[in-house]
């Protein structure tokens, strides 16, 4: 059964910056996309970005312009995704949780990132 695995959470001072990875145990990426979420303490799971198969990107509107989504043909044959988050702010603390976009839908397991002042 393909999994998805997390990585790159971590701690880091408002206006930092922080590279998450998720990485499929499959080939999946060029099947669907795949979409990044994060869900804060008390909150509910939201949105962040998605990318498509095709290669396209959006983003929530609480993260366009700082958070992107590399479109490199190589992390696709490395069967990962990147989320590159700049001029990260107190609010983006979350644990971030990729999700593979096919059927069934893949939820990774979540990696924790800590914003702090």
């Known amino acids: 059964q393909v999994q998805l695995v997390e990585s790159g959470g971590g701690w880091v001072q408002a206006g930092g910056s922080l590279r998450l990875s998720c990485r499929a145990s499959?080939?999946?990426?060029?099947?669907?996309?795949m979409s990044w979420y994060r869900q804060a303490p008390g909150k509910k799971r939201e949105w962040v970005a998605t990318l498509t198969k095709e290669g396209s990107t959006a983003y929530a509107d609480s993260v366009k312009g700082r958070f992107t989504i590399p479109r490199d043909p190589r992390d696709r044959a490395k069967n990962t995704v990147y989320l590159l988050m700049n001029s990260l702010k107190l609010e983006d603390t979350a644990v971030y949780y990729c999700?593979?976009?096919?059927?069934?839908?893949?939820w990774g397991q979540g990696t924790q990132v800590t914003v702090s002042s």
């Open positions: 499959g080939n999946i990426f060029s099947i669907d996309g």
């Open positions: 999700k593979w976009l096919g059927n069934p839908p893949l």
